[in-house]
């Protein structure tokens, strides 16, 4: 963190209160932005008349849509009923896409407006939108009409009970525990024995279940912001398991959940008690070798370890695996909406007086890039309706949240985010610069489709950065989901292409018209080019290992 003035500390407890009540969110950024939006189009007359005009036309049209009352249903999720095809909801239905089309064009660019101004402004208009909806209000909602009718308006009582208890559990700030879904007993069960352990870590080992296994272990570094079990739910979709099954020895970090006396723990302890401490535990030797996995904000933290062990001459790595993971931060998505200066020095101030950042000081920004399915729609199904969205491993995993200490937080945002480092080649490790050209092991990238963490476009642009083979594939689902595409799982697909040290760049629209589409899911693919990059089979290794306890360990439980 940036060095501040000791007096600062009546203005960070102020942005600590002003925290709690916007799920970390800075005001600031978003009046600054509305203030350029604003004055820009009091500065611009034709585009004043353009949107009058355009008001006026979209109000004849909502008249006319009054006497005519039809309108073909959307894609929009909200009105997927047939009761909104049923006047007088068709009419709300179109009035309300009407006003979504108006504001559209009231926030599109403006000559002289910054671009993230104008993103920001877009985006805030859609949430205003989105909780004016007529799809969250009983009265104009004719689903929750109907159920209030059947049940005699039970709903709303039941409703009322869904909102008590999810009010208090806010309160407490205790975590939601399903008593299906309970770590070490139904979720992340795979075998396996914590063999390492250090103030910031816990290396889980899983315990081979083929006779031979390939000679290359498999090591898999997942983002500190989440819990490391992401990979092992449940025994049909844990990612775990499907290796150690294909006969490879895997490990994995878990990572402890820090407190406040972690508040000073940097991006370089991540780097040297995380990665290398682990790598140093599986392969001590210099000529070991292992395939390096990385999940998410775990593969950045890889590809910069990486690129430092390259620059060091350390050939430990056989091959390197990077799922929904960027190393480029120029085009990150929605996500830079809520990283720009002001907001990083927001939660700076958050930070430092508590030392580290909760979960939930995370969460609104997260919730808001969905809003419409992880805010309104449960709002409307959990306390409208009276129902509960029944729960799965996923949803349990997602409930168990994770800190961010102050220190790495900090440094992560400011010198990924907001400068870019490692992709210019300006990062340090150990006070040496690393650069991703000096790679020159083979990568596997995956990406996801509808990832909103992780766009897949940026992922992409691995390809651009190192000078070594890239099998770059773009699979079907979310961040998670998609990851978590297991054989057999429905309406699974995938897309796959190499290329190799040498070739011309192909442009991410190029490589989606000529990257043939693949039914099922991309976990076969991966461990057959993991395979094709090892050296053979070998026997497990049967000496006794020391064994600090069984998986998942106890960092997991923090």
Same mark, same amino acid.
């Given at each position: 963190?940036?060095d501040?003035?000791?007096?600062?500390?009546?203005?960070?407890?102020?942005h600590?209160a002003?925290?709690?009540?916007?799920?970390?969110? @800075?005001p600031?950024?978003?009046?600054?932005?509305?203030l350029?939006?604003?004055?820009?189009?009091?500065?611009?007359?034709?585009?004043?008349m353009?949107?009058?005009?355009s008001?006026?036309s979209?109000?004849?049209?909502?008249?006319?849509?009054?006497?005519?009352?039809?309108?073909a249903?959307?894609p929009?999720?909200?009105?997927?009923?047939?009761?909104?095809?049923?006047?007088?909801?068709?009419?709300?239905?179109?009035w309300f896409?009407?006003?979504?089309?108006?504001w559209?064009?009231?926030?599109?660019?403006?000559?002289?407006?910054? !671009?993230?101004?104008?993103?920001?402004?877009?985006?805030?208009?859609?949430?205003?939108?989105? $909780?004016?909806?007529p799809?969250?209000?009983?009265?104009?909602?004719?689903?929750? =009409?109907?159920?209030?009718?059947?049940?005699?308006?039970q709903?709303?009582?039941?409703?009322?009970?869904?909102?008590?208890?999810?009010?208090?559990? %806010? %309160?407490?700030q205790? !975590?939601?525990?399903?008593?299906?879904?309970?770590?070490?007993?139904?979720?992340?069960?795979?075998?396996?024995?914590?063999?390492?352990?250090?103030?910031?870590?816990?290396?889980?080992?899983?315990?081979?279940?083929?006779d031979?296994?390939?000679?290359?272990?498999? =090591?898999?570094?997942?983002a500190?912001?989440?819990?490391?079990?992401?990979?092992d739910?449940?025994e049909?979709?844990?990612?775990?398991?499907?290796?150690?099954d294909?006969?490879?020895?895997?490990?994995?970090?878990?990572?402890?959940?820090?407190?406040?006396?972690?508040?000073?723990?940097?991006?370089?302890?991540?780097?040297?008690?995380?990665?290398?401490?682990?790598?140093?535990?599986?392969?001590?030797?210099?000529?070991?070798?292992?395939?390096?996995?990385?999940?998410?904000?775990?593969?950045t933290l890889l590809?910069?370890?990486?690129?430092?062990?390259?620059r060091?001459?350390?050939?430990?790595?056989?091959?390197?695996?990077?799922?929904?993971?960027?190393?480029?931060?120029?085009e990150?998505?929605?996500? @830079?909406?809520?990283?720009?200066?002001?907001?990083?020095?927001?939660?700076?101030?958050?930070?430092?007086?508590?030392?580290?950042?909760r979960?939930d000081?995370?969460?609104?920004a997260?919730?808001?890039?969905?809003?419409?399915?992880?805010?309104?729609?449960?709002?409307?199904?959990?306390?409208?309706?009276?129902?509960?969205? !029944?729960?799965?491993?996923?949803?349990?995993?997602?409930?168990?949240?994770?800190?961010?200490?102050?220190?790495?937080?900090?440094?992560?945002?400011?010198?990924?985010?907001?400068?870019?480092?490692?992709?210019?080649?300006?990062?340090?490790?150990?006070?040496?610069?690393?650069?991703?050209?000096?790679?020159?092991?083979? %990568?596997?990238?995956?990406?996801?489709e509808?990832?909103?963490? @992780?766009?897949?476009?940026?992922?992409?642009? =691995?390809?651009?950065?190192?000078? $070594?083979?890239?099998?770059?594939?773009?699979?079907?689902?979310?961040?998670?989901? /998609?990851?978590?595409?297991?054989?057999g799982?429905?309406?699974?697909?995938?897309?796959?292409?190499?290329?190799t040290?040498?070739?011309?760049?192909?442009?991410?629209?190029?490589?989606?018209?000529?990257?043939e589409?693949?039914?099922?899911?991309?976990?076969?693919?991966?461990s057959?080019?993991?395979?094709?990059? @090892?050296?053979?089979?070998?026997?497990?290794? $049967?000496?006794?290992?020391?064994?600090?306890?069984?998986?998942p /360990? $106890?960092?997991?439980?923090?």
């Amino acid at each position: 963190m940036p060095d501040d003035p000791a007096d600062r500390n009546l203005d960070r407890i102020l942005h600590s209160a002003i925290g709690r009540s916007t799920g970390g969110l @800075s005001p600031t950024a978003l009046s600054t932005a509305w203030l350029d939006w604003a004055l820009h189009l009091v500065g611009s007359p034709e585009r004043q008349m353009q949107l009058v005009a355009s008001g006026w036309s979209k109000a004849f049209e909502a008249w006319a849509t009054t006497w005519a009352g039809t309108e073909a249903a959307g894609p929009d999720k909200r009105f997927a009923s047939a009761a909104w095809n049923r006047p007088p909801y068709t009419q709300l239905r179109h009035w309300f896409h009407l006003q979504e089309a108006w504001w559209q064009e009231a926030t599109a660019p403006i000559a002289g407006v910054d !671009p993230a101004h104008q993103r920001i402004v877009a985006f805030a208009a859609r949430q205003i939108l989105d $909780t004016i909806s007529p799809a969250n209000f009983a009265f104009t909602n004719p689903d929750v =009409l109907g159920k209030t009718l059947e049940q005699r308006g039970q709903n709303f009582v039941q409703g009322w009970q869904n909102w008590l208890e999810d009010f208090n559990q %806010i %309160i407490s700030q205790t !975590p939601k525990v399903h008593p299906d879904y309970r770590v070490g007993e139904t979720i992340a069960v795979t075998e396996g024995d914590v063999v390492y352990q250090n103030r910031l870590i816990e290396l889980i080992r899983y315990r081979p279940t083929t006779d031979k296994v390939q000679a290359e272990p498999i =090591l898999i570094v997942p983002a500190w912001i989440m819990k490391y079990y992401i990979l092992d739910l449940s025994e049909h979709n844990s990612l775990v398991a499907y290796l150690r099954d294909q006969g490879f020895e895997v490990y994995i970090i878990s990572w402890k959940n820090p407190d406040k006396t972690d508040a000073h723990l940097s991006l370089e302890d991540y780097l040297s008690l995380g990665l290398f401490g682990a790598l140093d535990h599986v392969a001590p030797r210099p000529d070991g070798r292992v395939h390096a996995v990385g999940y998410c904000l775990g593969g950045t933290l890889l590809a910069a370890g990486a690129a430092a062990m390259a620059r060091d001459h350390d050939a430990r790595l056989c091959s390197m695996s990077v799922l929904a993971a960027q190393v480029d931060f120029s085009e990150p998505g929605e996500l @830079s909406l809520f990283i720009n200066e002001n907001q990083v020095a927001f939660l700076e101030d958050i930070m430092a007086t508590q030392g580290y950042l909760r979960a939930d000081q995370m969460a609104g920004a997260f919730r808001m890039l969905r809003s419409t399915d992880l805010i309104w729609s449960r709002v409307v199904r959990h306390y409208l309706l009276g129902e509960r969205t !029944p729960m799965n491993d996923l949803m349990a995993w997602n409930a168990d949240a994770t800190r961010m200490p102050a220190r790495m937080h900090s440094e992560y945002l400011r010198q990924m985010f907001l400068q870019n480092r490692l992709a210019k080649g300006q990062f340090k490790v150990d006070g040496r610069h690393v650069a991703l050209t000096d790679l020159r092991m083979p %990568i596997f990238c995956l990406a996801t489709e509808a990832d909103h963490v @992780s766009p897949w476009s940026s992922v992409f642009k =691995l390809q651009l950065l190192t000078d $070594t083979d890239v099998t770059f594939c773009l699979t079907s689902g979310g961040h998670n989901s /998609g990851v978590l595409s297991e054989p057999g799982h429905k309406n699974r697909h995938y897309r796959l292409l190499t290329k190799t040290e040498g070739q011309h760049h192909v442009p991410a629209t190029a490589w989606m018209e000529r990257a043939e589409l693949v039914q099922g899911s991309w976990w076969p693919e991966w461990s057959a080019w993991l395979a094709d990059h @090892s050296s053979g089979l070998r026997k497990p290794q $049967t000496e006794k290992r020391q064994s600090l306890g069984p998986a998942p /360990g $106890t960092y997991v439980f923090g």
